[in-house]
């Protein structure tokens, strides 16, 4: 007899990974640029997107199996209050290191991530919870990673990106400024 679990399913049908504490790489981090907030006006984003190290789904059948992703949008800010300074604080057990700090230097890092279940309009969400450092009863995991910045701008990186991501980055002054065509 086999007892097969499936893959939670959100509200439209798409699979999505299970809540709770999971091993993830950070495989990804992306400058946004400077994005427009209903509620904050303009602020420079980062995006972290991590993989699941002990989840996986097939998304297409070509590729088979590949890991979950789960990733979070932050104003790229290391304020006291915010919610990026949050975030490292808990990858990095609180030593975050006063004056400019190299994000780029995580890339690639393995951590915990407790996935949290939220419903918004009848469609179900996994949403990252908290960050925390890697288990030390955990292997870490290398996975591939890619990395996108203004502040060292190749077109290669840009595309690189999936179309969304391309999308949010080409509506920011930052994009604009980097593609311009100098005279």
């Known amino acids: 007899m086999s007892f097969i679990i499936n893959p939670a399913e959100s509200g439209d049908g798409k ?6 504490l999971n091993q993830a790489v950070l495989v990804s981090i992306v400058d946004f640029g400077t994005q427009e907030s209903k509620d904050y006006g303009e602020k420079r984003q980062v995006y972290l997107n991590f993989a699941l ?10 590729k088979g199996a590949e890991p979950f992703h789960c990733g979070k949008v932050f104003t790229m800010s290391l304020h006291e209050k915010s919610s990026l300074t949050a975030a490292l604080t808990g990858m990095l057990r609180g030593n975050i ?4 700090f190299d994000m780029g230097s ?15 309009d009848d469609k179900k969400y996994i949403n990252i919870g908290s960050f925390s450092p890697l288990m030390p009863q955990a292997e870490p995991v290398e996975m591939e990673t ?5 502040n060292d701008y190749k077109q290669e990186d840009f595309d690189k990106l999936h179309d969304w991501q391309k999308e949010k980055i080409s509506k920011g002054p930052e994009y604009k400024k980097a593609t311009e065509t100098p005279f």
């Open 106 to 120: 995580l890339l690639g890092k393995n951590f915990t991530l407790n996935l949290v279940e939220v419903t918004k």
């Open 53 to 62: 190290t002990s989840q996986s789904h097939v998304f297409d059948e070509e």
């Open 15 to 20: 699979a999505v990974p299970n809540t709770g």
């Open 97 to 100: 290191p006063k004056g400019p």
């Open 146 to 150: 890619n990395s996108f910045s203004f």
